[in-house]
Protein backbone atom coordinates (compact mmCIF):
# COMPACT_ATOMS: atom_id res chain seq x y z
CA UNK A 1 0.00 0.00 0.00
CA UNK A 2 2.69 2.13 0.54
CA UNK A 3 6.30 1.89 -0.70
CA UNK A 4 9.28 3.41 0.17
CA UNK A 5 12.23 2.99 -2.19
CA UNK A 6 15.87 4.56 -1.40
CA UNK A 7 18.63 6.27 -3.84
CA UNK A 8 21.59 7.59 -3.98
CA UNK A 9 24.48 5.00 -2.25
CA UNK A 10 27.27 4.17 -3.06
CA UNK A 11 31.32 3.52 -3.04
CA UNK A 12 33.07 6.57 -1.71
CA UNK A 13 36.69 7.45 -0.01
CA UNK A 14 37.14 8.39 3.13
CA UNK A 15 36.37 12.19 3.19
CA UNK A 16 33.61 12.13 0.50
CA UNK A 17 30.23 13.02 0.76
CA UNK A 18 27.24 11.26 -0.51
CA UNK A 19 23.56 11.86 -0.65
CA UNK A 20 20.77 9.26 -0.14
CA UNK A 21 17.30 10.25 -0.83
CA UNK A 22 14.26 8.15 -0.15
CA UNK A 23 10.47 8.45 -1.55
CA UNK A 24 7.56 7.19 -0.11
CA UNK A 25 4.47 6.45 -2.10
CA UNK A 26 0.95 4.69 -1.88
CA UNK A 27 -2.24 5.79 -0.34
CA UNK A 28 -0.83 7.71 2.10
CA UNK A 29 -2.63 10.46 4.12
CA UNK A 30 -0.16 12.00 6.41
CA UNK A 31 3.40 11.33 7.25
CA UNK A 32 4.31 11.95 10.41
CA UNK A 33 8.53 10.98 11.14
CA UNK A 34 10.38 9.94 8.68
CA UNK A 35 14.07 8.69 9.34
CA UNK A 36 17.59 6.97 8.29
CA UNK A 37 18.73 3.75 10.21
CA UNK A 38 21.68 1.71 9.06
CA UNK A 39 22.96 -1.78 9.61
CA UNK A 40 26.52 -3.39 9.08
CA UNK A 41 27.32 -7.06 9.18
CA UNK A 42 27.12 -8.62 12.15
CA UNK A 43 25.87 -5.21 14.16
CA UNK A 44 21.86 -4.39 14.67
CA UNK A 45 20.29 -1.80 12.84
CA UNK A 46 20.91 1.74 14.28
CA UNK A 47 19.29 5.26 14.02
CA UNK A 48 21.41 7.76 11.89
CA UNK A 49 18.82 10.63 11.86
CA UNK A 50 15.22 11.53 11.74
CA UNK A 51 12.95 14.38 11.23
CA UNK A 52 9.39 15.04 12.17
CA UNK A 53 6.81 16.57 10.00
CA UNK A 54 7.61 20.17 11.44
CA UNK A 55 10.94 19.95 10.87
CA UNK A 56 12.46 19.00 14.18
CA UNK A 57 15.42 16.72 13.65
CA UNK A 58 17.35 14.24 15.95
CA UNK A 59 20.81 12.61 15.05
CA UNK A 60 23.07 9.86 16.31
CA UNK A 61 26.43 11.12 18.37
CA UNK A 62 28.19 9.54 15.98
CA UNK A 63 26.94 11.34 12.84
CA UNK A 64 25.98 14.47 14.38
CA UNK A 65 27.74 17.27 12.71
CA UNK A 66 29.03 15.31 9.39
CA UNK A 67 25.09 14.71 8.45
CA UNK A 68 22.33 16.37 7.55
CA UNK A 69 18.51 15.47 7.34
CA UNK A 70 16.12 17.23 5.10
CA UNK A 71 12.27 16.52 3.93
CA UNK A 72 9.66 17.88 1.05
CA UNK A 73 6.65 17.25 2.46
CA UNK A 74 5.16 17.86 -0.65
CA UNK A 75 7.16 14.79 -2.40
CA UNK A 76 7.04 12.96 0.90
CA UNK A 77 10.99 12.55 0.26
CA UNK A 78 13.33 12.53 2.90
CA UNK A 79 17.17 13.21 2.31
CA UNK A 80 20.76 12.63 4.04
CA UNK A 81 23.71 14.62 3.30
CA UNK A 82 26.43 13.15 4.31
CA UNK A 83 29.65 14.85 4.53
CA UNK A 84 33.74 13.70 5.56
CA UNK A 85 32.48 10.15 5.57
CA UNK A 86 34.27 7.81 6.87
CA UNK A 87 34.87 4.31 6.79
CA UNK A 88 33.19 2.98 9.87
CA UNK A 89 29.92 4.62 8.18
CA UNK A 90 29.98 1.72 5.54
CA UNK A 91 26.52 0.18 5.84
CA UNK A 92 23.33 -0.64 4.37
CA UNK A 93 21.25 2.67 4.81
CA UNK A 94 17.51 2.06 5.38
CA UNK A 95 14.72 4.62 5.43
CA UNK A 96 11.39 4.43 7.75
CA UNK A 97 8.39 6.70 7.16
CA UNK A 98 6.05 6.75 10.00
CA UNK A 99 2.55 6.55 7.79
CA UNK A 100 -0.79 7.00 8.12
CA UNK A 101 -2.44 5.62 4.90
CA UNK A 102 -6.58 5.21 3.52
CA UNK A 103 -6.82 1.98 4.99
CA UNK A 104 -5.54 3.53 8.45
CA UNK A 105 -6.25 6.65 8.58
CA UNK A 106 -6.28 7.40 12.38
CA UNK A 107 -2.74 5.22 13.61
CA UNK A 108 0.28 5.27 11.59
CA UNK A 109 2.60 2.12 10.24
CA UNK A 110 5.94 1.86 9.92
CA UNK A 111 6.86 1.31 6.48
CA UNK A 112 10.37 0.56 5.33
CA UNK A 113 12.70 0.38 2.70
CA UNK A 114 14.81 -1.95 0.88
CA UNK A 115 17.96 -0.59 1.42
CA UNK A 116 20.78 1.00 -0.38
CA UNK A 117 24.78 0.14 0.27
CA UNK A 118 27.47 3.19 1.22
CA UNK A 119 31.05 2.00 1.20
CA UNK A 120 33.55 3.97 2.30
CA UNK A 121 37.11 2.82 1.87
CA UNK A 122 40.06 4.27 3.64
Known amino acids: QVQVVESGGGLVQAGGSLRLSCAAS????????MGWYRQAPGNQRELVAL???????NYADSVRGRFTISRDNAKNTVYLQMNSLKPEDTAGYYCKAETATTRTPFRTVDYWGQGTQVTVSS
Open 26 to 33: GSIVRINH
Open 51 to 57: ITNDGIT
